[in-house]
């Protein structure tokens, strides 16, 4: 079973920057699918940024210009840069990791990390 543990966040006022961190018990690139998702009370989970082995990379349409999604396979640790953030980035983000075979929902997660964005 993959383990992540996620490093980052906190707080930055708007326009600021973050950087989290997700680091996984095994080597990601064997790892088919990995990336990040955000949720907030009382809204639906949320897309931040999926980023596949073979080197495709999604973004949410409001992540778009702003937000960067890495993989270091040395470190084994999936990163995501959030630059211009805005106060409503403020969420819980989670990262994932899954096989081909899985969905992402049965796939691993971290444990989950504040990012609050406020003056």
């Known amino acids: 079973q993959v383990q992540l543990v996620q490093s980052g966040g906190g707080w930055v006022q708007p326009g600021g920057s973050l950087k989290l961190s997700c680091t996984a018990s095994?080597?990601?690139?064997?790892?088919?699918?990995m990336g990040w998702y955000r949720q907030t009370p009382g809204k639906r989970r949320e897309l931040v940024a999926s980023?596949?082995?073979?080197?495709?990379?999604n973004y949410g349409e409001s992540m778009k210009g702003r937000f960067a999604v890495s993989r270091d396979n040395a470190k084994n640790t999936l990163s995501l840069q959030m630059d211009n953030l805005k106060p409503e980035d403020t969420a819980v983000y989670y990262c994932?990791?899954?096989?081909?075979?899985?969905?992402?929902?049965?796939?691993?997660w971290g444990q989950g990390t504040q990012v609050t964005v406020s003056s």
């Open positions: 994932y990791g899954r096989k081909a075979t899985e969905s992402r929902e049965d796939g691993a």
């Open positions: 980023s596949q082995y073979r080197g495709a990379i």
């Open positions: 095994v080597s990601i690139s064997s790892i088919y699918d």
